[in-house]
Protein backbone atom coordinates (compact mmCIF):
# COMPACT_ATOMS: atom_id res chain seq x y z
CA UNK A 1 0.00 0.00 0.00
CA UNK A 2 1.31 3.40 -0.64
CA UNK A 3 1.94 5.79 2.28
CA UNK A 4 -0.30 7.89 3.39
CA UNK A 5 0.29 11.89 3.51
CA UNK A 6 -0.32 13.18 6.89
CA UNK A 7 -2.33 15.98 7.58
CA UNK A 8 -2.37 18.35 10.09
CA UNK A 9 -5.93 19.67 10.42
CA UNK A 10 -6.12 23.10 12.22
CA UNK A 11 -10.07 24.12 12.40
CA UNK A 12 -9.76 26.94 14.77
CA UNK A 13 -12.59 29.36 15.64
CA UNK A 14 -15.75 30.83 14.56
CA UNK A 15 -16.50 28.94 11.09
CA UNK A 16 -12.91 27.42 10.56
CA UNK A 17 -14.67 23.89 12.35
CA UNK A 18 -17.57 23.32 9.78
CA UNK A 19 -15.84 24.49 6.98
CA UNK A 20 -12.92 22.22 7.38
CA UNK A 21 -14.92 19.67 8.39
CA UNK A 22 -16.50 19.47 4.85
CA UNK A 23 -13.19 20.24 3.14
CA UNK A 24 -11.95 16.75 5.41
CA UNK A 25 -15.21 15.40 3.57
CA UNK A 26 -14.03 15.78 0.20
CA UNK A 27 -11.02 14.34 0.39
CA UNK A 28 -12.34 11.04 1.56
CA UNK A 29 -14.65 11.19 -1.19
CA UNK A 30 -11.23 11.42 -3.49
CA UNK A 31 -9.87 8.63 -1.23
CA UNK A 32 -13.18 6.65 -2.48
CA UNK A 33 -11.24 6.53 -5.91
CA UNK A 34 -7.67 6.66 -5.44
CA UNK A 35 -7.40 4.33 -2.16
CA UNK A 36 -6.12 5.63 1.33
CA UNK A 37 -4.18 8.06 0.75
CA UNK A 38 -4.34 10.44 4.10
CA UNK A 39 -4.38 10.60 7.90
CA UNK A 40 -5.53 12.99 9.54
CA UNK A 41 -4.44 14.54 12.57
CA UNK A 42 -6.09 17.39 14.59
CA UNK A 43 -4.49 20.54 16.64
CA UNK A 44 -5.65 23.42 18.05
CA UNK A 45 -4.78 27.12 17.27
CA UNK A 46 -6.14 30.91 17.59
CA UNK A 47 -9.08 31.18 20.54
CA UNK A 48 -9.78 27.91 21.47
CA UNK A 49 -6.04 27.22 21.89
CA UNK A 50 -5.71 30.07 24.25
CA UNK A 51 -8.77 28.91 26.10
CA UNK A 52 -7.37 25.48 26.66
CA UNK A 53 -3.60 25.54 26.30
CA UNK A 54 -3.03 29.52 27.51
CA UNK A 55 -1.33 29.49 24.00
CA UNK A 56 -2.44 30.84 20.98
CA UNK A 57 -0.12 28.21 19.20
CA UNK A 58 0.50 25.12 21.61
CA UNK A 59 3.44 22.83 21.14
CA UNK A 60 1.60 20.17 20.59
CA UNK A 61 0.09 21.93 17.66
CA UNK A 62 3.42 23.08 16.07
CA UNK A 63 4.46 19.34 16.77
CA UNK A 64 1.56 18.05 14.46
CA UNK A 65 2.43 20.16 11.74
CA UNK A 66 6.00 19.72 11.69
CA UNK A 67 5.17 15.94 11.39
CA UNK A 68 2.90 16.52 8.35
CA UNK A 69 3.21 16.93 4.55
CA UNK A 70 0.78 20.03 4.95
CA UNK A 71 -1.30 21.42 6.96
CA UNK A 72 -5.08 22.50 6.78
CA UNK A 73 -5.85 25.74 8.59
CA UNK A 74 -9.91 26.56 9.14
CA UNK A 75 -9.62 30.34 10.59
CA UNK A 76 -8.71 31.92 13.93
CA UNK A 77 -10.17 34.91 15.50
CA UNK A 78 -13.25 36.33 17.61
CA UNK A 79 -14.52 38.73 19.46
CA UNK A 80 -13.93 37.46 23.22
CA UNK A 81 -10.58 36.96 22.47
CA UNK A 82 -10.06 40.81 21.16
CA UNK A 83 -9.41 42.05 24.40
CA UNK A 84 -6.45 39.88 25.24
CA UNK A 85 -2.80 40.21 26.03
CA UNK A 86 -1.20 40.98 22.38
CA UNK A 87 0.78 37.77 22.82
CA UNK A 88 -2.83 36.15 23.87
CA UNK A 89 -4.28 37.16 20.90
CA UNK A 90 -5.54 34.70 18.11
CA UNK A 91 -3.66 35.69 15.12
CA UNK A 92 -0.57 35.75 17.12
CA UNK A 93 -1.07 31.89 16.51
CA UNK A 94 -1.05 32.42 12.84
CA UNK A 95 1.97 34.63 12.34
CA UNK A 96 4.02 32.56 14.74
CA UNK A 97 3.04 28.70 13.36
CA UNK A 98 3.86 30.85 9.47
CA UNK A 99 7.42 31.50 10.91
CA UNK A 100 7.80 28.50 12.72
CA UNK A 101 7.23 26.39 9.34
CA UNK A 102 9.08 28.78 7.24
CA UNK A 103 6.31 29.81 5.15
CA UNK A 104 7.55 32.77 3.35
CA UNK A 105 5.26 32.63 0.00
CA UNK A 106 1.80 33.50 0.57
CA UNK A 107 -0.32 32.55 -2.70
CA UNK A 108 -3.90 34.09 -3.05
CA UNK A 109 -5.17 33.40 -6.22
CA UNK A 110 -8.33 35.51 -7.12
CA UNK A 111 -10.36 34.40 -10.26
CA UNK A 112 -13.65 35.83 -11.04
CA UNK A 113 -15.67 32.69 -12.04
CA UNK A 114 -17.74 33.45 -14.93
CA UNK A 115 -21.45 32.25 -13.42
CA UNK A 116 -20.40 34.40 -10.43
CA UNK A 117 -19.46 37.76 -12.71
CA UNK A 118 -23.04 39.41 -11.46
CA UNK A 119 -21.77 39.13 -7.54
CA UNK A 120 -18.34 41.50 -8.29
CA UNK A 121 -18.18 44.85 -6.32
CA UNK A 122 -17.71 46.13 -10.11
CA UNK A 123 -19.45 45.89 -12.90
CA UNK A 124 -19.89 42.53 -14.41
CA UNK A 125 -18.26 43.42 -17.67
CA UNK A 126 -15.15 45.17 -16.15
CA UNK A 127 -14.13 42.03 -14.50
CA UNK A 128 -15.07 39.19 -16.40
CA UNK A 129 -12.00 37.19 -16.89
CA UNK A 130 -10.28 38.65 -13.96
CA UNK A 131 -7.50 35.78 -13.15
CA UNK A 132 -4.85 37.17 -10.27
CA UNK A 133 -2.17 35.40 -8.30
CA UNK A 134 -1.02 37.59 -5.54
CA UNK A 135 2.21 35.89 -4.44
CA UNK A 136 2.57 37.69 -1.10
CA UNK A 137 6.06 37.47 1.12
CA UNK A 138 5.27 36.39 4.37
CA UNK A 139 7.65 36.11 6.86
CA UNK A 140 9.35 39.53 6.79
CA UNK A 141 8.34 42.86 6.48
CA UNK A 142 7.04 45.53 8.56
CA UNK A 143 5.15 42.54 10.58
CA UNK A 144 8.09 41.38 11.79
CA UNK A 145 11.11 43.58 12.07
CA UNK A 146 13.13 45.27 14.93
CA UNK A 147 12.61 47.38 16.93
CA UNK A 148 8.50 47.71 17.84
CA UNK A 149 6.66 48.09 20.67
CA UNK A 150 5.21 51.30 22.57
CA UNK A 151 7.53 52.93 24.18
CA UNK A 152 7.66 55.94 26.76
CA UNK A 153 9.90 59.11 25.32
CA UNK A 154 9.54 62.96 26.07
CA UNK A 155 6.55 62.54 28.22
CA UNK A 156 4.50 60.83 25.87
CA UNK A 157 3.93 57.42 24.19
CA UNK A 158 5.04 56.54 20.89
CA UNK A 159 3.99 53.35 18.58
CA UNK A 160 7.38 51.67 16.31
CA UNK A 161 6.93 49.27 14.21
CA UNK A 162 9.95 48.98 11.38
CA UNK A 163 9.75 47.76 8.13
CA UNK A 164 13.26 45.87 6.87
CA UNK A 165 13.82 43.66 3.27
CA UNK A 166 16.73 41.57 3.14
CA UNK A 167 18.09 40.76 -0.26
CA UNK A 168 17.83 37.00 0.07
CA UNK A 169 14.22 37.32 1.61
CA UNK A 170 13.11 39.53 -1.89
CA UNK A 171 15.04 37.06 -3.77
CA UNK A 172 13.63 33.67 -2.87
CA UNK A 173 9.90 34.73 -3.13
CA UNK A 174 10.32 36.27 -6.56
CA UNK A 175 12.08 33.39 -7.85
CA UNK A 176 8.41 31.85 -6.79
CA UNK A 177 6.86 34.57 -8.40
CA UNK A 178 8.75 34.08 -11.48
CA UNK A 179 7.96 30.53 -12.15
CA UNK A 180 4.63 30.64 -11.29
CA UNK A 181 4.26 32.95 -13.55
CA UNK A 182 5.82 30.51 -16.49
CA UNK A 183 2.37 28.08 -15.48
CA UNK A 184 0.50 31.01 -16.16
CA UNK A 185 0.03 33.69 -18.68
CA UNK A 186 4.21 35.07 -18.35
CA UNK A 187 3.34 38.45 -16.49
CA UNK A 188 4.80 39.48 -13.14
CA UNK A 189 3.48 42.90 -12.30
CA UNK A 190 5.92 43.87 -8.74
CA UNK A 191 4.21 46.52 -6.29
CA UNK A 192 5.98 48.69 -3.85
CA UNK A 193 6.86 51.95 -2.87
CA UNK A 194 9.97 52.67 -4.46
CA UNK A 195 9.36 56.35 -4.53
CA UNK A 196 9.05 56.79 -0.89
CA UNK A 197 10.94 53.37 0.93
CA UNK A 198 14.16 52.37 0.80
CA UNK A 199 13.32 49.24 2.05
CA UNK A 200 10.74 48.85 -1.29
CA UNK A 201 14.28 50.69 -3.59
CA UNK A 202 16.05 47.77 -2.50
CA UNK A 203 12.63 45.48 -3.33
CA UNK A 204 12.74 46.79 -6.59
CA UNK A 205 16.62 46.59 -7.82
CA UNK A 206 16.71 43.00 -6.34
CA UNK A 207 13.24 42.08 -8.61
CA UNK A 208 14.75 43.49 -11.65
CA UNK A 209 17.72 41.74 -11.28
CA UNK A 210 16.00 38.43 -11.35
CA UNK A 211 13.79 39.49 -13.85
CA UNK A 212 16.90 39.00 -15.96
CA UNK A 213 17.21 35.28 -15.43
CA UNK A 214 13.18 34.92 -16.72
CA UNK A 215 13.31 36.85 -20.25
CA UNK A 216 10.47 35.16 -21.07
CA UNK A 217 8.29 36.57 -18.18
CA UNK A 218 7.29 40.62 -18.48
CA UNK A 219 8.29 42.53 -15.78
CA UNK A 220 6.41 45.75 -14.75
CA UNK A 221 6.53 47.84 -11.27
CA UNK A 222 4.21 49.24 -9.90
CA UNK A 223 3.73 51.80 -6.76
CA UNK A 224 0.91 50.33 -4.26
CA UNK A 225 -1.05 53.11 -4.63
CA UNK A 226 -1.24 53.04 -8.66
CA UNK A 227 -1.74 49.14 -8.30
CA UNK A 228 -4.74 49.51 -5.50
CA UNK A 229 -6.35 51.89 -8.51
CA UNK A 230 -5.26 49.54 -11.32
CA UNK A 231 -6.93 46.84 -9.79
CA UNK A 232 -10.69 48.21 -9.93
CA UNK A 233 -9.84 49.83 -13.51
CA UNK A 234 -8.22 47.54 -15.30
CA UNK A 235 -8.44 44.26 -12.87
CA UNK A 236 -8.17 41.30 -16.61
CA UNK A 237 -4.57 43.36 -16.93
CA UNK A 238 -3.31 41.68 -14.38
CA UNK A 239 -1.38 37.93 -13.66
CA UNK A 240 1.21 36.91 -10.98
CA UNK A 241 1.39 40.46 -8.25
CA UNK A 242 4.20 40.04 -6.32
CA UNK A 243 4.23 42.08 -3.03
CA UNK A 244 5.20 42.38 -0.06
CA UNK A 245 3.90 40.95 3.35
CA UNK A 246 1.89 44.47 4.69
CA UNK A 247 0.68 45.43 0.69
CA UNK A 248 -0.40 41.95 -0.16
CA UNK A 249 -2.11 41.85 3.26
CA UNK A 250 -3.97 44.41 1.53
CA UNK A 251 -4.06 43.88 -2.21
CA UNK A 252 -5.47 41.00 -1.57
CA UNK A 253 -8.26 42.04 0.28
CA UNK A 254 -9.35 44.14 -2.44
CA UNK A 255 -8.47 41.53 -5.38
CA UNK A 256 -10.79 39.51 -3.21
CA UNK A 257 -13.68 41.74 -3.67
CA UNK A 258 -13.37 41.53 -7.18
CA UNK A 259 -14.55 38.30 -7.37
CA UNK A 260 -17.33 39.73 -5.14
CA UNK A 261 -17.26 36.41 -2.40
CA UNK A 262 -14.14 36.31 -0.26
CA UNK A 263 -16.33 32.82 0.71
CA UNK A 264 -14.86 31.25 -2.46
CA UNK A 265 -10.92 31.92 -2.13
CA UNK A 266 -8.18 29.96 -1.27
CA UNK A 267 -4.73 30.32 -0.10
CA UNK A 268 -1.23 28.67 0.09
CA UNK A 269 1.39 29.36 2.55
CA UNK A 270 4.60 27.95 1.42
CA UNK A 271 7.68 27.69 2.31
CA UNK A 272 11.27 24.66 1.59
CA UNK A 273 9.45 22.35 3.37
CA UNK A 274 6.17 22.78 4.70
CA UNK A 275 3.05 24.09 3.73
CA UNK A 276 -0.09 25.35 5.28
CA UNK A 277 -3.49 26.26 2.81
CA UNK A 278 -6.08 27.96 4.52
CA UNK A 279 -9.23 30.20 3.11
CA UNK A 280 -9.08 34.29 2.96
CA UNK A 281 -11.61 34.19 4.39
CA UNK A 282 -11.61 34.54 8.44
CA UNK A 283 -14.01 33.04 11.67
CA UNK A 284 -16.91 35.02 10.77
CA UNK A 285 -18.00 34.75 14.57
CA UNK A 286 -21.65 35.86 13.42
CA UNK A 287 -22.80 32.84 11.85
CA UNK A 288 -20.41 30.55 13.32
CA UNK A 289 -22.09 27.28 14.57
CA UNK A 290 -25.22 27.55 12.14
CA UNK A 291 -24.51 25.48 9.49
CA UNK A 292 -24.33 28.92 7.42
CA UNK A 293 -21.50 28.97 6.38
CA UNK A 294 -19.70 29.02 2.92
CA UNK A 295 -16.99 25.84 2.81
CA UNK A 296 -15.97 26.39 -0.87
CA UNK A 297 -13.06 28.39 0.13
CA UNK A 298 -11.83 25.82 2.53
CA UNK A 299 -12.00 23.01 0.25
CA UNK A 300 -10.62 24.99 -2.92
CA UNK A 301 -7.59 25.26 -0.23
CA UNK A 302 -7.84 21.23 0.02
CA UNK A 303 -7.33 21.36 -3.34
CA UNK A 304 -4.66 23.72 -3.73
CA UNK A 305 -2.70 21.60 -1.20
CA UNK A 306 -3.50 18.56 -3.43
CA UNK A 307 -1.67 20.32 -5.97
CA UNK A 308 1.34 21.97 -4.51
CA UNK A 309 2.36 19.57 -1.78
CA UNK A 310 0.83 16.26 -2.72
CA UNK A 311 1.11 16.33 -6.52
CA UNK A 312 -2.73 14.73 -6.70
CA UNK A 313 -3.18 17.31 -9.58
CA UNK A 314 -5.82 15.20 -10.75
CA UNK A 315 -7.93 14.70 -7.63
CA UNK A 316 -6.93 19.16 -7.41
CA UNK A 317 -8.66 19.88 -10.69
CA UNK A 318 -11.32 17.59 -10.08
CA UNK A 319 -12.34 19.21 -7.04
CA UNK A 320 -12.21 22.46 -8.73
CA UNK A 321 -14.33 21.34 -11.79
CA UNK A 322 -16.73 20.13 -9.20
CA UNK A 323 -16.94 23.66 -7.55
CA UNK A 324 -17.75 25.19 -10.77
CA UNK A 325 -20.35 22.92 -12.04
CA UNK A 326 -21.90 23.33 -9.14
CA UNK A 327 -21.60 27.34 -8.92
CA UNK A 328 -23.12 27.23 -12.76
CA UNK A 329 -25.82 25.05 -11.46
CA UNK A 330 -26.93 28.01 -9.32
CA UNK A 331 -26.11 25.96 -5.80
CA UNK A 332 -25.49 28.76 -3.74
CA UNK A 333 -24.88 29.15 0.46
CA UNK A 334 -26.51 32.10 2.46
CA UNK A 335 -24.44 34.83 1.28
CA UNK A 336 -24.33 34.53 -2.32
CA UNK A 337 -27.74 36.24 -3.96
CA UNK A 338 -29.20 33.26 -5.88
CA UNK A 339 -32.92 32.28 -7.08
CA UNK A 340 -32.59 28.85 -5.27
CA UNK A 341 -33.28 28.40 -1.76
CA UNK A 342 -29.82 28.98 0.04
CA UNK A 343 -27.55 25.66 0.59
CA UNK A 344 -26.17 24.57 3.75
CA UNK A 345 -22.66 24.08 5.11
CA UNK A 346 -22.97 20.16 5.23
CA UNK A 347 -25.09 20.21 1.75
CA UNK A 348 -22.34 22.50 0.05
CA UNK A 349 -19.68 19.96 0.67
CA UNK A 350 -21.93 16.80 0.35
CA UNK A 351 -22.37 17.84 -3.38
CA UNK A 352 -18.82 19.10 -3.95
CA UNK A 353 -17.99 15.64 -2.60
CA UNK A 354 -19.86 13.54 -4.93
CA UNK A 355 -19.08 15.74 -7.67
CA UNK A 356 -15.57 15.66 -7.16
CA UNK A 357 -15.62 11.41 -6.89
CA UNK A 358 -17.76 11.29 -10.12
CA UNK A 359 -15.13 13.80 -11.74
CA UNK A 360 -12.16 12.17 -10.61
CA UNK A 361 -13.51 8.51 -11.63
CA UNK A 362 -14.46 9.60 -15.12
CA UNK A 363 -10.41 10.71 -15.73
CA UNK A 364 -9.22 7.28 -14.69
CA UNK A 365 -9.44 5.00 -17.09
CA UNK A 366 -12.09 1.84 -16.75
CA UNK A 367 -10.41 -0.90 -14.61
CA UNK A 368 -11.23 -4.14 -16.76
C1 LIG B 1 -4.40 37.62 6.56
C2 LIG B 1 -4.82 38.19 7.88
C3 LIG B 1 -3.65 38.09 8.84
C4 LIG B 1 -2.53 38.92 8.27
C5 LIG B 1 -3.96 38.49 10.27
C6 LIG B 1 -5.15 37.74 10.82
C7 LIG B 1 -2.77 38.32 11.17
O1 LIG B 1 -5.29 39.47 7.72
O2 LIG B 1 -3.97 36.44 6.53
O3 LIG B 1 -4.52 38.31 5.57
O4 LIG B 1 -2.50 40.16 8.42
O5 LIG B 1 -1.64 38.35 7.63
MG1 LIG C 1 -5.51 40.09 5.66
Request: aromatic share 4%; proline share 5%; with cysteine.
Amino acid sequence: MQSLHRIAVLAGDGIGPEVTAEAVKVLKAIEEVSGPAFRFQYGLIGGCAVDQTASPLPAETIAICNNASAVLLGAVGGPQWDNKRPELRPEQGLLQIRQRLGLYVNLRPAKVIDSLANMSALKPDRVRGTDILIVRELMGGIYFGNPRGIFAKNGERLGVNTEIYREHEVERVAHRAFQLARLRRNKVTSVDKANVLESSRLWREVVTRLGRSYPDVELKHLYVDNCAMQLIDKPTSFDVVLTTNMFGDILSDEAAMLTGSIGLLPSASLGEHSALYEPIHGSAPDIAGRNRANPLAAIASAALMLRYSLHMEDAASAIEQAIERILKRGVRTAELPGKARPSSTTRMGDLVAQTAEKILKSMRPKKK
